[in-house]
């Protein structure tokens, strides 16, 4: 697979990681208590398997799969720009409440996140084309 | 395909059936009033869904499809995905039965179930992540 869709992946897969470890926290205290504050982590375990782990996974084997032209995928700077965006985004989103950070930084963050959708977008729109097209 | 992706994907369809049965559950209020378990369903809903659906999916296709990992085990290492199966499939299936009964009549039993259910989820996660992670190879 192409150098970016594996770090498309190999991230998904730590936020896989991460997410299930978060899960397997709040389920356990869900059957028995650990502490309430446990509770908190919720967002985040949210943020890192819908955006870390489904999208991030989805953009990186898109970006391997698209149908191309002949070996070439296109203009992959806005690829890149989505895979740095999306992963500062779902950092912003995650430490604002752990850190107390400014509410500006959620912020920031969900705007990284859309702008990293529209950047891919961008890159990946011209590739959904028919397979017999050859260039 | 190989024969446990046909085993991830058909456990995948059946979730999706079961999670939208769920769902439909849930909306019909006379029977969450009068059976509480279906009215603590929602979470089983979601997870039904997301994990049993939309990972075990992705799980069943990435082992057919991801880059080989030798010529030898083109697939990594066959005990990890069944790990990877038995575990996701079992702590699901477990959290189906035990995080509804524990939120009608908390039972010490139910909530080690529970724990039971998140630990076998998790470590069935982390399998199919240490089975994935050396397939991902750039070309």
Redesign the interface.
């Known amino acids: 697979m192409p150098r970016l869709s594996a770090w498309f992946v190999r991230a998904a897969l730590l936020y896989l990681a991460l997410g299930l470890t978060l899960g397997m926290l709040l389920l356990w205290n869900k059957g028995v208590l650990i502490s309430p504050s446990i509770w908190q982590l919720l967002p985040a375990h949210i943020e890192f398997l819908l955006l870390g782990w489904t999208v991030q996974l989805a953009l990186g084997v898109a970006f391997w799969i698209l149908p191309r032209w002949q070996t070439q995928r296109g203009d992959v700077r806005p690829a890149w720009v989505a895979f740095v965006l999306l992963n500062f985004g779902i950092w912003c989103v995650v430490l604002t409440p752990w850190l107390t950070l400014p509410y500006w930084v959620l912020s920031l963050g969900r705007s990284c996140e859309a702008v990293a959708a529209a950047a891919f977008a961008l890159h990946a729109w011209p590739r959904v084309k028919p397979w017999v097209e050859s260039n | 395909m190989p024969p446990i992706t046909r085993l991830f994907i058909k456990t995948a369809l059946a979730c999706l059936v079961l999670a939208l049965l769920a769902g439909v559950l849930i909306t019909i209020r006379p029977l969450t009033t009068a059976v509480p378990y279906v009215g603590a369903l929602a979470p089983v809903y979601f997870h039904l869904f997301?994990v049993g659906w939309?990972?075990q999916l992705?799980v069943g296709v990435a082992y057919w499809m991801f880059?080989k990992f030798s010529k030898q085990q083109p697939r990594g290492h066959d005990g990890l995905a069944w790990a990877t199966y038995w575990l996701l499939n079992i702590g699901l299936l477990l959290?189906v039965l035990?995080?509804p009964l524990?939120a009608v009549n908390p039972q010490?039993g139910?909530?080690?179930?529970?724990?039971a259910?998140?630990?076998l989820?998790?470590l069935g996660?982390?399998a199919?992540?240490a089975n994935?992670?050396p397939r991902?190879?750039?070309?």
């Open positions: 997301m939309v990972t992705i880059p959290r035990a995080e524990q010490p139910w909530g080690w179930a529970i724990v259910a998140a630990l989820q998790w996660g982390l199919f992540v994935t992670w991902v190879k750039v070309k």
